[in-house]
């Protein structure tokens, strides 16, 4: 059964830092490219940032370029979303993501998110 349990999230300060993690099990880990969403109350849930299998690769949101970092420990089937310089704008509900794709087509797994709240 694929599992993805995010931590880390909080309240924390404008201007502040929090280091999110996203545990995963149930599939070859190394094998999959993984992204933070993340969706604010009353919005549609958005792209924060993804990585490639091994990490060789990373995208990012407009909005967080330049303050968020995504990386990955492929010995731990864990990755992070390290946040720098946090705006209120960056509260929501974060969630991480892998797209696998079984003989039916490609499945989206979700976490249960954690929540992060940036105060003014």
């Known amino acids: 059964e694929v599992q993805l349990v995010e931590s880390g999230g909080g309240l924390v300060q404008a201007g502040g830092s929090l280091r999110l993690s996203c545990q995963a099990s149930g599939f070859t880990f190394d094998d999959y490219a993984i992204g933070w969403f993340r969706q604010a109350p009353g919005k549609e849930r958005e792209l924060v940032a993804t990585i490639t299998n091994i990490g060789t690769s990373t995208t990012y949101a407009d909005s967080v370029k330049g303050r968020f970092t995504i990386s990955r420990d492929n010995a731990k089937n864990t990755v992070y979303l390290q946040m720098n310089s946090l705006k209120p704008e960056d509260t929501a509900v974060y969630y991480c993501?892998?797209?696998?794709?079984?003989?039916?087509?490609?499945?989206?797994?979700w976490g249960q998110g954690t929540q992060v709240t940036v105060s003014s």
């Open positions: 993501n892998v797209k696998i794709t079984s003989w039916s087509g490609v499945i989206d797994y």
